[in-house]
Nanobody, 120 residues
Framework: VQLQASGGGLVQAGGSLRLSCAASGRVFRVNAMGWYRQAPGKQRELVAV???????VYADSVQGRFSISDDNAKNTVYLQMNSLKPEDTAVYYC???????????????WGQGTLVTVSS
């Protein structure tokens, strides 16, 4: 399973960005997809996760500003980020818990990061 993220960039505080991440390759089943982020000098932290079926989890710091959604037919997850703050600046990583085949257990996969920079 390969994850390809896109949509990062530079935006002013208060602005919006939309991240996308598509899973490709041998994808038998996706159980959940989500986003983590890592700011300079800080540990990687959960941003949002969406499970098959639609349940979601958000970090307290983004609740009400970010929205995660998915397109199951395309094995794609989106992160709509509104009211961005300078403290949202980080490399955002896409992740998926998925199975490559019925014979393989579910595994966590990670995509390359995409940089989001929010200027004040």
């Amino acid at each position: 399973v390969q994850l390809q993220a896109s949509g990062g960039g530079l935006v002013q505080a208060g602005g919006s960005l939309r991240l996308s991440c598509a899973a490709s390759g041998r994808v038998f089943r996706v159980n959940a997809m989500g986003w983590y982020r890592q700011a300079p000098g800080k540990q990687r932290e959960l941003v949002a996760v969406i499970r098959t079926g639609g349940s979601t989890v958000y970090a307290d710091s983004v609740q009400g500003r970010f929205s995660i959604s998915d397109d199951n037919a395309k094995n794609t997850v989106y992160l709509q980020m509104n009211s961005l703050k300078p403290e949202d600046t980080a490399v955002y990583y896409c992740t998926a818990n998925a199975r490559e085949s019925i014979r393989v257990l579910s595994t966590d996969y990670w995509g390359q990061g995409t940089l989001v920079t929010v200027s004040s």
